[in-house]
């Protein structure tokens, strides 16, 4: 699930602490490597929810070929998964996940977890903890909409009274392995310290990163733009 970058504004911490443009920039990075990481994926179908609805041209222009497009729909975050996870399982799929744009470094092996959980029916719901209370992944087996009722999102409650409901609703859980999401200037920092342990990943962030933070690395930072031709996904 994603903002399309440069339609609305994302990052709002990070725009404080560097500037809009840099924190549309970020995020662009964050979206596109996330989008390569899980196209890698195996018996997996690809999706990329995107929102503003009227972005669509910008959103296909983003994303690799297999993906599929969806707008979401909803008054609120909760509305928005609750939507497309169900609309998902209604197509067909033996279950459903969503995960957010904020973790460009997330261990694909996590979302493999999820969908071999889901997918032996060992579990209702998964869900991966966030750092910060909430979560960086959900999947489903089927509707679930009362899971995603009265949470106050972008709280440090969210993932507590999502597994409040889920025991409520006599749902089987399955949490992941702890991950934590890119809001403020610190986490960028931890994500420029986990980079610098994994080189193999998020190729697209790591440039962002050198270009924010000139010292980062011991290479000179390389020029970073939303026109050039390396930050575009591979097809």
Known sequence: MAKVPGLVPVKSRLARAFTPEIA????????????????SLEEVEPVLAFTPAHGQSV????APAAFRLIPQEGRD????????????????HPAAIAIGSDSPTLPMAYVREAADVLGRG????????SEDGGYYLVGL??????????????????????LEKARRLGLRTHLLPEW?????????SRLADDLAMRPDV??????????????WAPD??????PGHESDQPAH
């Not at 549309?24 to 196209?39: G, K």
């Not at 060992?122 to 903890?129: H, I, K, N």
């Not at 009362?146 to 972008?154: E, K, N, T, V």
């Open 24 to 39: 549309t920039l970020a995020y662009r990075c964050f979206l596109l490597d996330i989008l390569d990481a899980v196209a």
């Open 77 to 92: 975050l909760g509305e928005r998964m609750s939507n497309l996870l169900a609309g998902l399982c209604a197509d067909g």
């Open 122 to 129: 060992a579990a209702d719901v998964v869900l991966g903890p």
């Open 220 to 225: 000179p930072p390389l020029p970073l733009s």
């Open 180 to 188: 934590f999401d890119v809001d403020t200037e610190g986490d960028l």
């Open 141 to 162: 087996r089927r509707r679930q909409a009362a899971l995603f009722d009265g949470i106050p999102w972008s709280t440090d409650r969210v993932l507590e009274l999502t």
């Open 202 to 215: 998020a190729r697209r962030t790591r440039r962002c990163l050198q270009s924010i933070y000139v010292d």
């Open 59 to 62: 959103a296909a222009a983003l």
